[in-house]
């Protein structure tokens, strides 16, 4: 009883809503910035540490998988003992291993930290999806949080070059780990102030063989999509990994459709609502991450961005998504949220479109309009999405809910970045044998022919970036007609919208 009392006088101090999306908001961005400010930091540990670019590529893959397999399991973790208790010494624990990363010493102990950083920081995104949703038990007022909490991924993608760039240009390398110190502290402090002692769900035993098979399912799969370009796709490596992910895969299938307390619970696959989700969120994350992956790469190659110019580009994007994102839930609370998303999407297929026709001679204006239809676009469409994810199931299964959505995300993103790259050397192969063939050279000195054939190369790359970026539009524009076709998104949502209110009350 005394015990009882005090989780509701704590609930009371610290569970006001909009303080509670603020606090697991600052650890989302501190988690979403970590996985992109780094990339750009990879040339100096290049130099520093004295490997290849090859070899430095698993630094990044390191935390990708690690943080790919992590976050199903903290889904479930904070469903069974509470979110609060994972979050909290998850975001303590995020923060020590950055600490240690900053001073990594050798290449070994970078990737060693890196795996610690993506196994602690995958029990952000769930728990502070559930967090908001336990908090929000208006329905209106939770697809409007869950849709500024979601515009966060995306916010954190785009400020993560600037941030890195502005680091690794004025600083050493080691700052992109200890920037995380003043703003986790901060978030750390937030998190004992703010975030309520939520209701674990019923105990049960956690499910470590189901644990593990998925950790074999998901880190083949992650690999072969992250390193697939580089050993070839049908390489022996590829090979062993596809084996990899349809063996573990079958045996996670068969063993957790029959434990009590799965870490996925399959029948979320029966449910439409979810299926729906996971696959717009598949393809829109594709095309973003594929996206914003290659423009610094096009404006640092060809147009001689320094990082932080290249940062500042992404600055539109940034101010619409969160300006959009609670525009978003709004309209999905008064019509069909399948047409909000559906038009977010087209939008920002549209955005993605007007940088299809590439010239060296663009200045950062000429993507200012692109971005912020981007940028709005996805902001639109991902409010509706999140608060889906969390209306489709009992409250006390949103953790295991949101986990699956965030890896659906994370391994959408993955492809994405995989299939554009993929696509992007393959086109500028093709292009160079084309732009050659139409082209008449007038004169035959060395020189002149030096000058022609590099004048075909960069003809070639420019419209293989642009071809690439057509193809990030057709992928979001098909996202587009698959919500539009499919996305369901309002079947129970009144009777869990009570469950979670009944819930809540007795919490």
């Not at 998988?65 to 199903?72: D, E, H, R």
């Not at 930290?113 to 602690?120: A, C, E, H, K, T």
């Not at 619409?320 to 999905?332: E, I």
């Not at 994405?416 to 992007?424: N, S």
Request: charged share 10%.
């Amino acid at each position: 009883m005394e015990r009882t009392l005090e989780q509701s006088s704590a609930h009371r101090l610290t569970g006001h809503p909009w303080l509670v999306l603020s606090t697991v908001m600052v650890g989302t961005l501190l988690i979403g910035l970590d996985r992109t400010v780094v990339n750009l930091a990879m040339p100096k540990m290049i130099s520093d540490f004295g490997i290849t670019v090859s070899t430095a590529a698993w630094i990044a893959t390191a935390y990708i998988i690690s943080n790919a397999i992590f976050v199903p399991v903290f889904g479930k973790l904070g469903d069974l003992f509470g979110n609060r208790v994972i979050y909290l010494w998850s975001f303590a624990g995020f923060i020590i291993v950055s600490m240690f990363a900053g001073f990594a010493w050798d290449f070994s102990s970078m990737v060693f930290f890196r795996v610690l950083q993506g196994l602690v920081g995958a029990a952000i995104y769930p728990t502070a999806m559930s967090l908001i949703a336990k908090s929000f038990t208006d329905q209106k007022a939770r697809a409007q949080a869950l849709g500024i909490w979601s515009s966060s991924f995306a916010v954190s993608a785009v400020i993560g070059p600037l941030l890195g760039g502005y680091l690794v240009d004025n600083y050493v390398w080691r700052w992109v780990f200890f920037i995380n110190l003043p703003i986790g502290i901060m978030g750390l402090l937030m998190t004992l102030l703010f975030l309520p002692h939520d209701r674990p769900g019923e105990r049960g035993a956690f499910d470590w063989l189901g644990a593990l098979l998925l950790s074999g399912a998901i880190s083949s799969l992650v690999l072969v999509v992250d390193r697939g370009q580089e050993w070839g796709w049908l390489s022996n490596a590829s090979l062993l990994c596809y084996a990899g992910t349809a063996v573990f895969g079958f045996l996670v299938y068969r063993f957790e459709t029959r434990h009590a307390h799965p870490i996925i619970d399959f029948k979320f696959f029966s449910n439409p609502i979810i299926v729906s989700v996971l696959a717009v969120s598949f393809i829109s994350f594709g095309g973003m991450m594929g996206a914003m992956f290659l423009l610094p790469v096009f404006t640092q190659t060809f147009l001689h961005y320094s990082a932080t110019e290249s940062g500042l580009l992404f600055v539109p994007m940034a101010l619409a998504l969160p300006l959009f994102a609670p525009l978003g839930g709004r309209l999905a609370a008064s019509i069909n949220p399948r047409y909000t998303v559906a038009f977010g999407m087209a939008l920002s297929a549209f955005g993605l479109y007007r940088m299809m026709h590439l010239d060296p001679a663009m200045t950062s204006w000429n993507f200012v309009l692109p971005l912020v239809l981007f940028g709005a676009g996805l902001g639109l469409g991902m409010a509706p999405l999140t608060t889906a994810a969390t209306t489709a199931v009992p409250i006390s299964e949103v953790g295991m809910s949101s986990g699956l959505l965030n890896l659906t995300r994370n391994i959408g993103g993955a492809f994405g970045i995989a299939i554009f790259g993929t696509l992007l050397a393959n086109a500028t192969n093709a292009d160079v044998l084309r732009v050659a063939q139409n082209s008449h050279i007038i004169g035959s000195t060395p020189t002149i022919l030096a000058e022609a054939a590099q004048l075909i190369i960069l003809k070639a790359d420019l419209l293989a970036y642009g071809s690439v970026f057509g193809y990030a539009a057709l992928a979001m524009l098909i996202g587009a007609i698959v919500a539009l076709v499919f996305l369901r998104t309002n079947a129970g949502d009144a009777e869990l919208s009570a469950e979670a209110r009944a819930e809540a009350a007795a919490g």
